[in-house]
């Protein structure tokens, strides 16, 4: 099996701990309202949302892929960390095994934050991801932290 990693920064004009809550703690029911032809919705399938819960994702009509399943790794409220695998699922695409997500919001001088991700592709035997399909998935994770992000700014209370 190897492995394929890349990083993504993503900087914030909102707070480390409200853009954690957003994108970690709260996606499950906020995606699917602000971006329903992404994910159609979440549903728990084991655990309680911490370490070990599996989640199926269903994806909105505007996706390519039907449905995913998601494993919690790790998750730390205090250091406002989240790891997260993608252990099943057409997104896959039968060349990866799985894809593991290390999430850290880092707060900024400012008041802002930085979202780091790291995501690591692991496939199966020697077979190879292209550039085009590692582009595309960190312009989907943008997109959707961006979107996150607006709705924050749209709706302060949230």
């Known amino acids: 099996m190897g492995a394929i990693t890349y990083d993504i ?4 004009s909102i707070s480390a701990a409200r853009i954690f809550k957003a994108v970690v703690l ?24 911490g370490v070990g819960t599996i989640k199926l994702i269903h994806f909105g009509e505007g996706s390519q892929y039907k449905s995913v399943k998601h494993r ?15 252990i099943e699922g057409d997104v896959l695409g039968g060349v990866i ?11 900024t001088e400012d008041g802002g934050s930085i979202c780091k991700n ?7 035997g020697d077979a ?8 595309e998935g960190k312009e989907k ?5 961006k ?3 607006a709705y924050l700014l749209a709706n302060p209370d949230a």
Not at 26 to 49: C, F, H, R, S, Y
Not at 72 to 86: C, G
Not at 141 to 145: N, Y
Request: avoid cysteine.
């Open 118 to 124: 790291r995501s690591i592709y692991n496939t199966k």
């Open 26 to 49: 709260d996606v499950d029911t906020l995606v699917p309202k602000i971006m329903p032809q992404a994910i159609k919705n979440v549903e728990i399938l084991e655990g309680d949302g």
């Open 97 to 107: 095994e799985s894809v593991t997500y290390h999430v850290k919001i880092v707060p």
């Open 147 to 149: 979107a996150i992000e």
């Open 72 to 86: 919690v790794d790790a998750i730390d409220k205090e250091n406002l960390t989240h790891s997260y695998s993608i």
């Open 141 to 145: 994770a943008m997109a959707m932290f």
């Open 128 to 135: 190879e991801i292209s550039e085009e399909k590692i582009k």
């Open 9 to 12: 920064e993503i900087s914030s």
